[in-house]
């Protein structure tokens, strides 16, 4: 072989290396993955055009920002964070966040601020953290996402809630909701700074995604009910890890999901309470689990092993992910396991 060939040659198989590497920002799909941090929450999110949107951080410590920074640099292939947005100020949603700015770059983080009766701190070291701009967010803030060259479909992710604020149903041309009231039966209330929770929706043409953070049981109603400011979503995030203060059923019935995925622990979320909430909503034909549930109650309360991403207990799991890729156009999605080989696809509403 030349010297010309053997150059050539390289080149051309560099190219096809970096074209798969960059995948996501190069076949115009939108790609979401829910990192494995062991019962606390990180959603990522990759659009077309290469931006990253991170929704929570996991636990304090290495592991969870570790998972975090492997999938961002070596599976989605991006440079950083250019969108933080953290849900609320619980460890397993913020904790990650000082030590993930000194593995990468932030550019933007949006939280609650500091706010009048507020029942958390996460304090000094995380609001001073290393990041680009911080920015509090509110009912309607609407995050500013690049559209890719070429593409005809434009990336939304707006937030409908925080705070125990919600936005108005005229600015979402909401609907009444009036038929399924009788589906709430109120909790007793949770004091904790989960009930101010930021809720997300993410649109990419027709396919919604919807992420509460660990909005609780009442608040919940309040988003659906007397008008579904939501609207229907292919995919929810089972909120609150799968606990059942939150996963309210008149949640479930008003979005219709038709996929569920839970960022559960191995002894943590999954409760049968919410199990059989999930089960019992026809609409949902998948449910996927980050962890299969180890409690003793687990035995009847986890789905098939081919939709759970990791088995062992804490110590002994290798932190799997799962991987949601929805088409150019929006209408399709596939979730995906990549560690066992499961996909499949699903059709958006």
Same mark, same amino acid.
């Given at each position: 072989?030349?010297?010309?060939?053997?150059?050539?040659?390289?080149?051309?198989?560099?190219?096809?290396?970096?074209?798969?590497?960059?995948?996501?920002?190069?076949?115009?799909?939108?790609?979401?993955?829910?990192?494995?941090?062991?019962?606390?929450?990180?959603?990522?999110?990759?659009?077309?055009?290469?931006?990253?949107?991170?929704?929570?951080?996991?636990?304090?410590?290495?592991?969870?920002?570790?998972?975090?920074?492997?999938?961002?640099?070596?599976?989605?292939?991006?440079?950083?964070?250019?969108?933080?947005?953290?849900?609320?100020?619980?460890?397993?949603?913020?904790?990650?966040?000082?030590?993930?700015?000194?593995?990468?770059?932030?550019?933007?983080?949006?939280?609650?601020?500091?706010?009048?009766?507020?029942?958390?701190?996460?304090?000094?070291?995380?609001?001073?953290?290393?990041?680009?701009?911080?920015?509090?967010?509110?009912? =309607?803030?609407?995050?500013?996402? !690049?559209?890719? *060259? &070429? /593409?005809?479909?434009?990336?939304?992710? %707006?937030? @409908?809630?925080?705070?125990?604020?919600?936005?108005?149903?005229?600015?979402?041309?909401?609907?009444?909701?009036?038929?399924? =009231?009788?589906?709430?039966?109120? !909790?007793?209330? *949770? &004091? /904790?700074?989960?009930?101010?929770?930021? %809720?997300? @929706?993410?649109?990419?043409?027709?396919?919604?995604?919807?992420?509460?953070?660990?909005?609780?049981?009442?608040?919940?109603?309040?988003?659906?009910?007397?008008?579904?400011?939501?609207?229907?979503?292919?995919?929810?995030?089972?909120?609150?890890?799968?606990?059942?203060?939150?996963?309210?059923?008149?949640?479930?019935?008003?979005?219709?999901?038709?996929?569920?995925?839970?960022?559960?622990?191995?002894?943590?979320?999954?409760?049968?309470?919410?199990?059989?909430?999930?089960?019992?909503?026809?609409?949902?034909?998948?449910?996927?689990?980050?962890?299969?549930?180890?409690?003793?109650?687990?035995?009847?309360?986890?789905?098939?092993?081919?939709?759970?991403?990791?088995?062992?207990?804490?110590?002994?799991?290798?932190?799997?992910?799962?991987?949601?890729?929805?088409?150019?156009?929006?209408?399709?999605?596939?979730?995906?396991?990549?560690?066992?080989?499961?996909?499949?696809?699903?059709?958006?509403?």
């Amino acid at each position: 072989m030349t010297r010309t060939s053997f150059l050539v040659c390289t080149l051309t198989i560099w190219a096809v290396m970096s074209s798969n590497l960059s995948a996501g920002r190069q076949d115009g799909r939108l790609d979401v993955y829910w990192i494995d941090v062991e019962g606390g929450a990180a959603t990522l999110m990759i659009t077309p055009a290469g931006e990253s949107i991170l929704i929570d951080t996991g636990n304090p410590g290495l592991r969870d920002p570790g998972r975090i920074a492997k999938v961002v640099n070596e599976v989605a292939r991006v440079r950083g964070v250019d969108h933080l947005i953290i849900t609320h100020y619980h460890r397993d949603h913020y904790g990650g966040a000082e030590q993930l700015s000194t593995m990468l770059p932030i550019k933007n983080i949006y939280d609650n601020g500091v706010f009048d009766g507020m029942p958390d701190n996460p304090g000094k070291a995380y609001f001073e953290l290393k990041a680009g701009q911080r920015h509090v967010i509110n009912p =309607g803030t609407r995050l500013s996402l !690049k559209k890719a *060259d &070429g /593409s005809k479909v434009h990336p939304q992710l %707006v937030c @409908l809630g925080t705070r125990k604020q919600f936005v108005s149903p005229q600015a979402v041309a909401a609907t009444k909701n009036d038929a399924r =009231g009788s589906l709430h039966k109120p !909790k007793d209330r *949770d &004091g /904790s700074d989960n009930a101010n929770s930021v %809720v997300m @929706l993410l649109s990419y043409g027709p396919f919604q995604f919807y992420d509460g953070g660990d909005l609780t049981w009442n608040q919940e109603k309040r988003l659906v009910h007397p008008y579904n400011l939501v609207g229907e979503v292919d995919v929810y995030q089972v909120t609150h890890h799968g606990l059942n203060s939150s996963n309210n059923p008149i949640v479930l019935q008003s979005l219709q999901p038709r996929v569920a995925i839970m960022n559960n622990g191995d002894r943590k979320g999954c409760t049968p309470e919410v199990f059989a909430n999930l089960k019992a909503t026809r609409s949902i034909e998948a449910i996927y689990q980050v962890h299969k549930n180890l409690r003793a109650d687990g035995k009847n309360h986890n789905v098939a092993d081919e939709f759970i991403a990791n088995f062992a207990d804490a110590k002994g799991c290798q932190g799997h992910y799962i991987k949601l890729s929805v088409a150019p156009d929006g209408a399709s999605y596939t979730v995906a396991i990549p560690a066992h080989g499961h996909q499949a696809e699903y059709q958006t509403k």
